[in-house]
Structure formats: C-alpha cells, structure tokens
C-alpha cells in the first residue's frame, strides 16, 4: 500500500495542554484523510475527515490540518483531557479505491 | 446505534486447524473489510468487499480468504491456520465508497499454537 506514516511513535501531554499529532503521506492522489482514535480493547473510532480541497476543518475540540505542499496532515486536540489517552491513526482514501490505507498509529498519553 | 459485532473476541486455535471469523453488521452498509492489526505494523487490510458476492484482495490477503453471502455478514477464513497467523483481527463496514468513516468492530485476537 502507500505510505502513510507518523513522526512519532508516542507522545505524552500534561492534562489541560493543545495536542499535536502528525502524519505524513506520499500519495498526492488521495482525494481525503481520516483520524481515527483507539482505545484499550476497542477498534478504532472515527474523528473527524478532511477533504483533499480543504486546508482545515474543526470539530469539538479538534482540529485537522492540511498541507498538501509538504503531504502532511496533523490533529490537533484543544485541553487534551484524560479520556483523550488512546492511539491515534491518519487513514487516506485513495481516488481510485475503496479501502483506507492506515499509518502505524501515534500512542497519546495525557498525564495529571 | 451502529454496530458492528465479531463473533470471538479470542480464540485459541492449534497450527494446521481451519478458523472462521464472523463478522455481522447491522447498518445496511455496502462496504465490509478485514484488518489485522499487529504491534509497531497499524492496521493492514486482508480483504475488502465492496458489495454482496463481491470480494477483493487488500494488502496482505495470503493465508486468508473471505465470504459474503449475506450484506450484512463477512466472514474471514483461514483455512490452514499458522503461527504467524497470530494476532488482532479487526471487521468493519462503510455505508458507501464516499465516505471515510468506518465502523469497527471490538476485535478478535487469535492466537495459533
């Protein structure tokens, strides 16, 4: 598949401060991008998408950002709080295709 | 409430044994997949179907082999089960190709001894 890879592999936040989880991809076909969040025993849950003509998109508390010059892609989480500890994935949708092609995931830790 | 529901969430299967992972979901939805998902490798797609019948290999389908019969069912074979086999497999369905959201299951982890 493309790749579609993360910066780091963890990241650990005081309760209360701005998350910021990035994501690289290569495919300048993909026409739009996905988070999706996984906690402990569960499958991953869907955030919040973005299309390839967009630069931003807000959704309660988060915020996903664009940057097709450099194929980047970030989540942004507002008062990171506990409940936000979880693995975080990028996902793309390729033009031609019919399946999501998911990064290895971003561990958040938010601690006290 | 959407649902999607794994049949197992662990199984304990013996090398060279045929397994059978159900997948039922319960929202219409045309697009059904198979994920495993291993430490440090994410999730990597072994099947997909887009539709009823219809079937179509993801990225890592050796070993494995999938059935659609019914919508709202997709079942992942394996149908000589091997270590390497272990691990976390993941189901989940998309209402259509346009959307990016994807409903997940809780998992099944198995385990081949």
């Known amino acids: 598949g493309e790749n579609v890879g993360l910066h780091l592999p963890t990241l650990s936040v005081q309760e209360g401060d701005n998350s910021i989880i990035n994501c690289a991809y290569s495919?300048?076909?993909?026409?739009?991008f996905i988070w999706y969040k996984q906690e402990s025993g569960k499958g991953p849950q869907f955030i919040i998408d973005i299309r390839s003509n967009m630069d931003k998109r807000q959704g309660q508390r988060v915020t996903v950002l664009l940057n097709k010059t450099v194929k980047h892609l970030s989540l942004q989480i507002a008062a990171t709080q506990p409940g936000d500890s979880a693995v975080y994935f990028c996902a793309e949708n390729k033009n031609s295709g019919y399946a999501l092609n998911f990064g290895k995931g971003t561990s958040l830790l938010v601690t006290p | 409430d959407v649902k999607v529901t794994q049949s197992s969430r662990y199984l304990v299967k013996r090398t060279g044994e045929k397994v059978f992972l159900e997948c039922v979901q319960d929202?219409?939805?045309?697009?059904m997949f198979w994920y495993r998902q291993d430490p440090g490798l994410g999730l990597r797609l072994i099947y997909f179907s887009y539709d009823v019948k219809m079937k179509e290999k993801g990225d890592i389908p050796e070993g494995y082999s999938v059935s659609r019969e019914k919508k709202e069912r997709f079942s992942l074979i394996l149908e000589s089960a091997s270590t390497n086999q272990t691990s976390m497999y993941l189901c989940?369905?998309?209402?259509?190709?346009?959307?990016?959201?994807?409903?997940f299951g809780e998992g099944s982890r198995l385990t081949v001894l």
């Open positions: 989940a369905s998309r209402s259509n190709r346009n959307t990016g959201e994807l409903f």
């Open positions: 929202m219409d939805h045309e697009n």
């Open positions: 495919n300048s076909a993909s026409d739009y």
